[in-house]
């Protein structure tokens, strides 16, 4: 297999890295939604990252990498002796045009023709769990599948009800999808479903590109020599990321800092509570990864343009970004 | 052999180029008809080492990836599976490229992009520049063979030993970091913004050193690279207009050192070179290929809608299997097929898969000038017309939405409706009088159109107005403004592929109502000369496109 190219060798895109890595702090903060230029390091960050994150135990042939004997399913007729193993953390592709029966799961339609049995085969959502599943052109993808996507990501369960099966089984992961908006619009539904979303553009300092394309030919012309360069990095990063998950619970958050994200919010006038809540659990993770003891307003700032730029109400003629907007109203409420 | 004319010569460095590295360069879109240059430049592609697969736009995921297979299985009553086209690395040749749908393009870019040594060849046949291979394919593979307007040439022989020298040469060749830099700068001088340009540039620069049998990059290797891969991606030619305008995007100093300018200087020339008569293919297609819905393909109707009669086809996956219609195709032939104990025998040509019919329910949207000046000039006309227009749109069952404007704002008098007489009572009592907020009107009714289509109805937007906009979108009365305003978002809604039509109620065509029209890209019909089975007929025209 060949190796994916270091996470902390990308150069500059600062924000969908700190993205990246408060998902992978924090799970339940909801997933990324990377939004940008094309060959711009977006499919790159995502496949770095998987080779970053820490392994996770689960037990052997267990179809939803459970942790433990309990959590797997009585269909996947796991055996009792299954030993646990480390074993990578997830990360699923969703290639577009996936049918419905390949996320969700299915028939075993081999083992219905050849031995007339009802089996359940699972599908790429039972892959995921307890980890990544991520999805290239996400606004491209097709309705049905979002529905069902959306579904998912909510309760943390997938249920088949479909050929006589009727199955269930724990289908948590952090969804992360990428996109080009000159291709096509997302539904405000599924954007509000992401915690965090990410603009990307390439960079517009000029000895910057020049660094990216160094690093690219680097890579490809001397492998080894330059993973070895960069393994060190990233193991720091992984090292940070696993002592935050530690502080993580340690985090506090002091009643004039949540007053801030809730006038933040009024102020955008983003619908319902889900971007206050994202927002504070963002600054959390990132206090935790900055081995801060509390949340401060430097956190919120940060992490404000990330957690709620994609909420907003578009107003399809204004021509300033939304993170614009949420620059201009950090600025009136923090001062 | 007779030397081949001038342009031939890229092509066939092109192909050389990519011999040596076809999975790192990721292929060409070779853009021609099919006829004897394209065959010739087919049959020059030298053996890339890789086997070659046939790969048509309306390929399904089935046969792409490992998958059962179906028809397989259901003979020899055992799972039977193809590998797909996936399986292993190989020379991908997409044809018909430019009908290639948008979710094919991103397995085949996810395919370039994960497996190292694949490449794609992609036959492009658009006929106008807007019909062409995805940008998200393009933008993938290095190279773009125009193929247009040239007369087929003899064949060279490419020496195979020399190929297979260089791929093994390819991966010794050092690139200096100012090599690096000038490509860098260059690209961005060239108004190219992505950076899979100058990775793809510096990987084409390194195939030519090795085929020049040097270890080192020289200037030669840099401008091959920037004439094949750069020139056609160019969006400007280094002048200082343009410079100015990409200073605003990339920050940094692009001018470098003194040594080096001269070479980079030497690129651009080698890029001006390669480009006919300064044509820039990329600025003129660039902000056309914006054609996804966003939503998928919501018309391909395979599973919903009105069920026409069902076919036999082989299943793949996204449609459903119309038993009924399989087991009739089978019965007549049960006599025949009769195996002992079998009592039904369903071979996979029986096999009829379930088909629908969407019917695009359509919206026509009504955007009506309720002003003083419109009023004057004949609000009671656009009303008789459009009154006519709605008992058409109710006979053939299409929703029908009504906006009117004056004053202020615009107003939504009738949200999407089949109501006839509702529609009749409103549009009556629309008084008439005020200023003219056009950019309110368009914005009301665009946004109204926006959310049709996200619903997935075809909707239109007729604007009826005297065009004499004098309110501006925050309500301010001024005419400069409020034209401009209008203007806006007359772009917005082209932008938004939303289909318009203008009928002009000025006693007068007016001159700027026509460039509005052009500016929304809809039709502008002078009222005065139009009557209304013509104007019908206009209408119909626009919404059936």
């Known amino acids: 297999m060949t190796h994916a190219f270091p996470f902390s060798a990308i150069v500059g895109q600062d924000q969908m890295k700190l993205a990246m890595i408060l998902t992978a702090i924090d799970p339940k903060l909801g997933g990324v939604l990377v939004f940008g230029d094309r060959g711009t390091g977006k499919s790159t960050a995502v496949r770095a990252l998987a080779a970053l994150l820490p392994p996770i135990a689960a037990v052997e042939g267990c179809p939803v990498n459970s942790a433990s004997h309990q959590g797997c399913p009585d269909w996947a007729e796991v055996p009792e002796d299954a030993e646990i193993k480390e074993r990578p953390t997830p990360v699923v592709d969703l290639p577009l045009g996936a049918t419905e029966d390949r996320v969700t799961g299915a028939l075993d339609i081999e083992r219905a023709l050849v031995n007339g049995e009802k089996t359940f085969q699972p599908g790429l959502l039972a892959q995921a769990n307890r980890g990544y599943l991520y999805i290239d052109e996400v606004n491209l993808l097709e309705d049905h599948l979002v529905d069902l996507l959306l579904d998912v990501a909510q309760s943390g369960e997938n249920v088949v009800e479909r050929e006589g099966l009727s199955i269930r089984h724990p289908a948590r992961f952090v969804l992360v999808g990428s996109g080009n908006p000159e291709e096509g619009e997302l539904r405000p539904q599924l954007l509000d479903r992401f915690g965090l979303s990410v603009e990307v553009r390439s960079p517009e300092d000029i000895d910057q590109r020049i660094e990216v394309v160094q690093r690219r030919d680097a890579f490809e012309s001397q492998p080894a020599k330059f993973l070895k360069k960069w393994h060190r990095e990233d193991a720091s990063v992984r090292n940070s990321i696993l002592a935050a998950r530690e502080n993580l619970q340690n985090i506090k958050i002091r009643k004039r800092e949540l007053r801030d994200c809730a006038e933040l919010c009024i102020a955008l006038g983003t619908d319902g509570l889900r971007g206050e809540l994202t927002l504070v659990r963002a600054c959390r993770a990132l206090a935790a990864y900055e081995g801060a003891a509390s949340v401060s307003r430097r956190h919120i700032r940060r992490i404000a343009p990330l957690a709620l730029a994609h909420r907003l109400r578009r107003d399809p003629m204004d021509e300033a970004g939304s993170v614009s907007r949420v620059r201009r109203a950090l600025e009136g409420v923090l001062g | ?545």
């Open chain 2, 1 to 545: 052999m007779m030397d081949p004319p001038d342009p031939w010569i890229d092509v066939w460095q092109a192909l050389r180029l990519l011999a040596v590295d076809p999975g790192g360069l990721g292929g060409v879109v070779l853009r021609a008809r099919v006829g004897p240059a394209r065959a010739a430049c087919l049959a020059a592609l030298p053996d890339l080492g890789l086997p070659r697969r046939r790969l048509h736009p309306s390929v399904t995921a089935d046969e792409l990836f490992p998958a059962m297979d179906f028809a397989g299985t259901l003979t020899s009553g055992r799972p039977v599976f193809r590998p797909g086209l996936f399986a292993v690395p190989a020379e991908y040749r997409l044809v018909m490229a430019e009908r290639c749908p948008a979710d094919l393009a991103a397995k085949l870019a996810a395919r370039i992009d994960d497996s190292a040594r694949s490449c794609l060849v992609a036959l492009d046949e658009g006929a106008d520049s807007d019909e062409t291979v995805p940008e998200v394919l393009r933008d993938r593979l290095a190279f773009l063979i125009d193929l247009d307007g040239l007369r087929a040439a003899p064949v060279p022989a490419f020496d195979h030993e020399e190929l297979v020298e260089a791929r093994a040469r390819r991966m010794r060749v050092m690139a200096a970091e100012a090599d690096i830099a000038a490509l860098t700068r260059v690209a961005v001088r060239l108004g190219i913004f992505g950076l899979r340009a100058p990775i793809l540039a510096l990987r084409a620069a390194r195939c030519n050193a090795a085929l020049c049998g040097r270890d080192r990059m020289s200037s030669k290797d840099l401008e091959v690279a920037a004439a094949t891969v750069l020139a056609h991606r160019a969006t400007c030619l280094p002048d200082v207009e343009t410079q100015a305008e990409i200073g605003d995007r990339v920050s940094g100093d692009l001018s470098a050192p003194t040594g080096e300018t001269s070479e980079e200087d030497l690129l651009v020339e080698a890029v001006r070179v390669a480009l006919p008569d300064g044509l820039l293919p990329q600025s003129s297609t660039r902000h056309a290929g914006a054609a996804g819905s966003g939503a998928g393909d919501k018309r391909k109707a395979r599973q919903k809608g009105r069920p026409i009669a069902p076919r036999r086809q082989r299943p793949e996956g996204r449609s459903r299997v119309d038993l009924i219609a399989t087991l009739r195709m089978a019965a007549p032939w049960q006599k025949l097929r009769r195996i002992p104990g079998r009592t039904l025998t369903v071979m996979p040509s029986d096999i009829c898969l379930k088909r629908f019919e969407a019917q695009m329910e359509r919206l026509l949207i009504f955007v009506v000038d309720a002003s003083g000046s419109a009023a004057h000039a004949r609000l009671n006309e656009a009303k008789g017309a459009v009154e006519h227009l709605l008992a058409r749109a109710y006979a053939h069952r299409d929703r029908v939405a009504l906006i009117g404007f004056r004053n202020r704002a615009a107003e939504m008098l009738l949200p999407p409706n089949r109501s006839l007489v509702q529609a009749k009572r409103r549009l009556a009592a629309l008084p008439g009088g005020g200023a003219t907020p056009l950019a309110s009107g368009l914005r009301c009714g665009g946004m109204l159109a926006c959310k049709a289509q996200k619903q997935g109805m075809t909707p239109t937007l007729i604007l009826l107005t005297d065009g004499r906009a004098n309110v501006a979108l925050d309500g301010d009365q001024d005419r400069r403004k409020a034209m401009r305003d209008a203007e806006t978002a007359a772009d917005w809604l082209r932008a938004s592929h939303i289909r318009s039509l203008v009928l002009d109620t000025a006693m007068r065509p007016q001159k700027n109502l026509c460039q509005l029209a052009n500016r929304m890209g809809a039709e502008h019909v002078a009222l005065p000369r139009a009557n209304p089975v013509q104007m019908m007929r206009t209408i119909e025209a626009v919404a059936r496109h």
